[in-house]
């Protein structure tokens, strides 16, 4: 095993006052380099298909440490790992953020073979509420319902020239602000992207200023294809945050192009209480929309409001009105879309 070649990625997690979760990859490669507007196609295309083609590092021990406590993990055969920290330790900032240091020991050296620092965030006692938010055409344009525009913006563009939709950072930030503007309401991600473009999200996020928050993606496999149809792996992250924060209620954030809507349908139906509102972008046509507003309507009896929106803008007033953000939020996000658009 090369000591020049091993990579820590951890990912960034969750946690509560009681157990933090820590998870990540071990790989041989490199992860590219930060994303530069400039950069050629060709570049990009590069950078694309290093990630999709990474060498993962099997059977790679590890020591998570957070404070006074630690924890041993083994890479599986892709070279992902996850650890149960317990007890966790004091948060690290007002957001709740806290971090921990991942080291590959290396036998009969002194320093380690890779050593990398990760985010866990364990939700403060100001959070009123969590958000759950789809990715790909919720805040990231992928033009995910044509195969062929989407493998182009994947493989072609990087995070600094991958666009997302207008108003997104100023209106997840109002969610993540909250009634008072400082409630620090966690926002977790989902997706159907492979965790081999974990790094890009992080990176588009960053740069586009979207807040930060545990990432959950799906792992390629032999049942791949299956998993992408269906996206019960997304329903089976969601169901995780909602069962690690039993006293949090959730607005969930998705799209029509996808199963957005039925997902979050039956999230409602096994978690009664629990979701304060569902956002859903309008992405796709009139017969997908028919659908939509179809469970909108069943969810209306529940007492849970489904909202299929144009804009960043439109959800933003909603969310004012239902007392979730501050009534000068939509401002803000008229005013972010007017820029960026």
Known sequence: ????????????????????????????????????SEQSPWRNLRDALRRIESDEARGVPL???????????????EGYFEVHLSPAPPVGNEDGWCTVTLTAPAPDADAPLAQAVGEVLIPPDTARFGVISDIDDTILQTQATNLVRSAWVTLLHNAATRLPFPGVAALYRALQGGVTGADHNPIFYVSSSPWNLYDFLVEFMQVRGIPAGPIFLRDYGIDMLTQALSHEHKLDAMRRVLDAYPHLPFVLMGDSGQKDPELYTRLVEQYPGRVLAI???????????AAVDALATVLQVQGVPLLRVADSLAAAKSAAA?????A???DTVRAAMSDEE
């Open 1 to 36: 095993m090369s000591q020049t070649t091993l990579v820590i990625v951890p990912y960034r997690s969750f946690g509560t006052p009681a157990t933090i979760f820590v998870r990540g990859r071990v790989l041989h490669d490199k992860l590219p380099a930060a994303a530069k």
């Open 63 to 77: 020591t998570v440490t957070c404070g006074a406590h630690s924890a041993q993990a083994v890479t599986d055969d």
């Open 279 to 289: 956002y859903i972008r309008d992405v796709s046509g009139d017969k997908r929309d």
């Open 322 to 326: 239902l007392g979730l953000i501050t």
């Open 328 to 330: 000068a939020a939509p």
